[in-house]
């Protein structure tokens, strides 16, 4: 349960309800991006930076991108304010780690559509693949992280406690490695992972908020009887 000296900063019901819905519905809208990018007629060659679309298809792919991130990041964020947490820091701290990462993610989304007729072999395309890589095993590292202390003093029950972990594996087994192979794994694998963060989502929309609603009503109890 969220511990009461951080009362008065606990996320209202329909705040947990609120972002648990986005996260879902992102989650949602990735997986069908990456759909649409397996299925697009290549515009240009694979070798440039902003395939399968020319250079206006990618602004709007990195737009939907950035703006999808901010919500996996306020997803991820309100975490360390549910009952998912519990009483670990350990989990509260790298989970806040994990929300930051994505939202430098969301920035990085932006900062690359001038980029959009990089060849492979231009030293910008080895920036932009190091800061995908920098970002993506931040993420994956705190979510591992975070995941352990979700698992270890969870007050969620069920698999969904394993979610967080599960979702910091998965970015190093399987989807680092697909992104190294065929195109067409890398998106697969991207959407599967995006889809776990929309099974997050929904458990937050709807027992996650039944969870704060305990815990309100337990801190109330306690206060009642102080």
């Known amino acids: 349960m969220i511990m009461d000296k951080d009362q008065k900063n606990q996320p209202t019901i329909e705040t947990v309800r609120v972002i648990g819905a986005a996260g879902f519905y992102a989650g949602l809208a990735g997986a069908a991006a990456a759909v649409v990018m397996i299925v697009w007629s290549p515009q240009v060659a694979p070798e440039v930076f902003s395939y399968p679309f020319d250079a206006v298809g990618l602004a709007v792919a990195q737009v939907f991108f950035s703006i999808q991130h901010l919500f996996l990041a306020a997803l991820i964020g309100i975490l360390p304010w549910t009952a998912a947490v519990g009483r670990s820091r350990l989990a509260r701290t790298w989970l806040t780690v994990a929300a930051w990462a994505l939202v430098a993610f969301a920035v990085l989304e932006l ?23 920098i970002l993506s095993l931040l993420v ?10 979700v698992v270890r003093k969870c007050g969620w029950t069920g698999a969904k406690r394993y979610l ?12 680092l490695p697909s992104l190294m192979g065929p195109s067409i794994l890398g998106r697969l694998s991207i959407g599967a992972w995006v889809l776990l963060f929309a099974a997050l989502g929904w458990f937050l929309w709807h027992s996650g908020s039944r969870d704060l609603e305990r815990s309100a009503a337990a801190s109330r109890e306690k206060v009642a009887g102080s």
């Open 111 to 133: 900062v690359v559509i001038p980029a959009a007729d990089t060849v492979a072999s231009d030293p910008v395309s080895g920036l932009i693949g190091a800061g995908y890589g």
């Open 164 to 175: 967080p972990l599960i979702l910091g594996i998965f970015v190093f087994v399987p989807m």
């Open 140 to 149: 994956g590292v705190a979510l591992i992280v975070g995941g352990i202390g």
